[in-house]
Structures are given as C-alpha cells and as structure tokens.
C-alpha cells in the first residue's frame, strides 16, 4: 500500500509560484508513477503532471508546460511540484496521485490507485 499526503498549497496572487509537496509511504513508492491532478470547483478532475518511476520520464498537460516541473526524490519518498506563473485559472485543489501496477505514462485519473488528500490552490488576480 501507499499512503499520500500533500502539503504547500495557499493563496497567492497571478505571477507567484508555489512548490507542492506529496510525501509517500509503503515500499511500491519507488516503483510507482507518481502524477499530480487538479480539480476546479464544478470541473472534472483533470491530469497536470506526471513523472516515471526513476524520474527520467516527465510530461505535462499543455495548460501547464513550461509554467510547472515536476521532480521526484524517491530516498526521501517525496514528489514535488513547482509552479511558477500561476495564474487565477490554476486554482483547484491539487491531488498527487500514485499509479503501482503500471509503469506506463497513464493521464487518467481512473489508472491511479492511491491518491492523497489534496492540497488548496487559490490564485487571485
């Protein structure tokens, strides 16, 4: 099993950036793809990033590439996600999301069997 649990989210203005964190537990982290979500009030919840399980591999939904990195320290069991250029239309809680029987670059959020709590992302203008 995988335990998640995200922290670093809160309110910001356009133009700031904000570094998500999502800390893991269970032995399968490692082995994991690790990917974060976002879902807006009223909105379904949608793929931001994704990243391989020896973090060489990462891809980006085109609303966020070049904006947000995301990295992974599997030693310390912990994914990240930096947002720089935030904007009022990234507001969402953020979900980091852990895919354990695939090593494929999954995007749905239905091929993720662990998922944290979520974290609050407001952006004003």
């Known amino acids: 099993q995988v335990q998640l649990v995200e922290s670093g989210g809160g309110l910001v203005q356009a133009g700031d950036s904000l570094r998500l964190s999502c800390a893991a537990s269970?032995?399968?982290?490692?082995?994991?793809?690790m990917s974060w979500f976002r879902q807006a009030p009223g909105k379904e919840r949608e793929f931001v990033a994704g990243i391989s399980w020896s973090g060489g591999t990462t891809y980006y939904a085109d609303s966020v590439k070049g904006r947000f990195t995301i990295s992974r320290d599997n030693a310390k069991k912990t994914v990240y996600l930096q947002m720089n250029s935030l904007k009022p239309g990234d507001t969402a809680v953020y979900y980091c999301?852990?895919?354990?029987?695939?090593?494929?670059?999954?995007?749905?959020?239905?091929?993720?069997?662990?998922w944290g709590q979520g974290t609050q992302v407001t952006v004003s203008s």
């Open positions: 999301a852990a895919a354990t029987y695939t090593r494929r670059m999954v995007q749905s959020p239905y091929e993720y069997d662990y």
């Open positions: 269970g032995r399968t982290f490692s082995s994991a793809v």
